[in-house]
């Protein structure tokens, strides 16, 4: 449940806002009555089916990163702290990168990155592939 909140706490401050919004809307006199009875359980189910898709979504990508750092893969992180120079991270096990509560950090660098915003490194040309 933590992971949950930790992933989608904005996703759910969001579709709180728009629950809102959509309550102050269909209550109008301007708007057919009984309207709030049939928007609010739409926007509802679609807002829930959205979180839950995303986080989803998400999970299976931090165990995907998870499982390629743990059999010794590439993984690429985006660095949003330096946006000059490099714009992501090339992690690897071998690089003394260590993997501790989705979180992966190094000795030889400034900060860690959680593994929901990194991604499998994927081989471009054949020499990457082998």
Known sequence: MQL??????????????????????????F???????KSIPIVFLIMGIFITAHYYMTVSRIYEVENTFNNNGKIVCENRAVRKVSQSVTIEKSNEWTLENHMLSSPNYSREF?????????????????
Do not use: Q
Not at 31 to 37: E, L, M, Q, T
Not at 114 to 130: M, N, Y
């Open 31 to 37: 708007v057919a009555k009984g309207a709030w009875k």
């Open 4 to 29: 949950f909140l930790e992933l989608e706490a904005g996703y759910l401050a969001i579709a709180i806002f728009i629950l809102a919004v959509t309550i102050i809307v269909s209550t109008r006199s």
């Open 114 to 130: 959680f593994t929901a915003r990194c991604i499998k490194h994927v081989p471009v040309t054949l020499e990457e592939a082998k």
